[in-house]
């Protein structure tokens, strides 16, 4: 049988020099078989990274390496790696070998039964309890604020189709939440059902601080409701604080003057609410005029380094 079509393959990879060998070699027994090119994009890894990549270019010419200048994070590795995909249909994977080659056949397969994009859930995960659980709660959360459904249990290994990929390619955003973006655009999509490994080699990258970043970036892009929450916000210590005020003028004229200098507690209650009210308000605000701002700035989302075999 013929299989003139081109899968792409992408990589996003950051010190990851023990994992590439054995993903490759894994890797290779499932895609062997399609035409196919493999497009790692080296997230300015400070290890012998590049080195081992260009090792492994040598010996394969199918393999292709985009290198940023610095670390310019996941999502804009993914970003220059579908960029420069030129398959039919791309499908990301990660580099530590937790997500299970073996099933891109499967996504293949669903591919060209016509779906647009295939997702692999995750139904296990062997991550630490910690990270099960916010991960839990973020994709709940999020969905919880978002107008548009975003997948729960979906990361990046995904497949897509060229018109997806294009879709992606041509969104003017800079700072894009893939995951969000690519449920956004309506296309044909099924899930199939992964176990997640555990990490190869190495530590995850995403700390407890990235993971939040990440977190509140996808909320701040994918939904406006924050700001609605703080406008209620206001309305109802607007509310409360209108009780007290009534409740002050009541004391101050009709209660004997022994009652009403004692109002240090009431007073000491309300300037603490008010007070955090108003900076979690300015907080919300200022999240969305940072990602403004961020946005007219126009920096492009990362710098090449090198180009390897492209
Ligand atoms: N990664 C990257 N840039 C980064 C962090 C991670 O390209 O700044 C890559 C990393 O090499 C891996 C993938 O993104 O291939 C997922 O990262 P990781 O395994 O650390 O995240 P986790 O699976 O723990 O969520
Ligand atoms: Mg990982």
């Given at each position: 049988?013929?299989?003139?079509?081109?899968?792409?393959?992408?990589?996003?990879?950051?010190?990851?020099?023990?994992?590439?060998?054995?993903?490759?070699?894994?890797?290779?027994?499932?895609?062997?078989?399609?035409?196919?090119?493999?497009?790692?994009?080296?997230?300015?890894?400070?290890?012998?990274?590049?080195?081992?990549?260009?090792?492994?270019?040598?010996?394969?010419?199918?393999?292709?390496?985009?290198?940023?200048?610095?670390?310019?994070?996941?999502?804009?590795?993914?970003?220059?790696?579908?960029?420069?995909?030129?398959?039919?249909?791309?499908?990301?994977?990660?580099?530590?070998?937790?997500?299970?080659?073996?099933?891109?056949?499967?996504?293949?397969?669903?591919?060209q039964q016509g779906y647009e994009i295939v997702y692999a859930k995750r139904k296990t995960r062997q991550d630490t309890l910690f990270k099960k659980l916010t991960a839990f709660t973020f994709y709940r959360f999020i969905n919880f604020l978002s107008d548009t459904p975003i997948p729960t249990d979906v990361g990046d290994?995904?497949?897509?189709?060229?018109?997806?990929?294009?879709?992606?390619?041509?969104?003017?955003?800079?700072?894009?939440?893939?995951?969000?973006?690519?449920?956004?655009?309506?296309?044909?999509?099924?899930?199939?059902?992964?176990?997640?490994?555990?990490?190869?080699?190495?530590?995850?990258?995403?700390?407890?601080?990235?993971?939040?970043?990440?977190?509140?970036?996808?909320?701040?892009s994918f939904s406006t409701k924050p700001l609605r929450i703080a406008t209620y916000m206001g309305f109802l210590t607007s509310f409360i604080g209108l009780l007290g005020i009534i409740y002050a003028l009541l004391q101050r004229f009709f209660l004997p003057h022994e009652y009403w200098v004692t109002g240090w507690t009431?007073?000491?209650?309300?300037?603490?609410?008010?007070?955090?009210?108003?900076?979690?308000?300015?907080?919300?605000?200022?999240?969305?005029?940072?990602?403004?701002?961020?946005?007219?700035?126009?920096?492009?989302?990362?710098?090449?380094?090198?180009?390897?075999?492209?």
């Open positions: 049988m013929a299989k003139q079509f081109l899968v792409s393959i992408v990589i996003p990879v950051h010190n990851e020099e023990a994992n590439i060998s054995p993903l490759l070699l894994r890797l290779n027994q499932v895609i062997a078989k399609y035409n196919h090119e493999i497009i790692f994009v080296d997230d300015g890894s400070s290890d012998q990274t590049l080195t081992v990549l260009k090792e492994q270019v040598k010996k394969n010419s199918k393999l292709k390496i985009l290198s940023f200048n610095r670390n310019f994070g996941h999502q804009a590795a993914l970003s220059c790696g579908y960029e420069h995909a030129k398959g039919d249909c791309v499908i990301t994977i990660d580099a530590d070998l937790q997500d299970p080659p073996e099933i891109i056949d499967e996504m293949i397969k669903k591919w290994f995904r497949l897509q189709d060229k018109r997806v990929n294009d879709y992606l390619k041509k969104l003017p955003e800079h700072n894009k939440f893939l995951r969000g973006l690519v449920a956004w655009g309506g296309f044909k999509e099924i899930y199939l059902t992964i176990d997640r490994d555990k990490r190869y080699s190495g530590k995850t990258h995403y700390t407890l601080s990235k993971m939040f970043n990440f977190a509140l970036d996808g909320i701040i009431a007073l000491f209650v309300a300037v603490l609410f008010l007070g955090g009210t108003q900076l979690i308000t300015i907080g919300i605000i200022g999240e969305y005029i940072g990602k403004v701002y961020r946005e007219t700035q126009n920096r492009p989302q990362y710098l090449l380094k090198e180009k390897v075999n492209l």
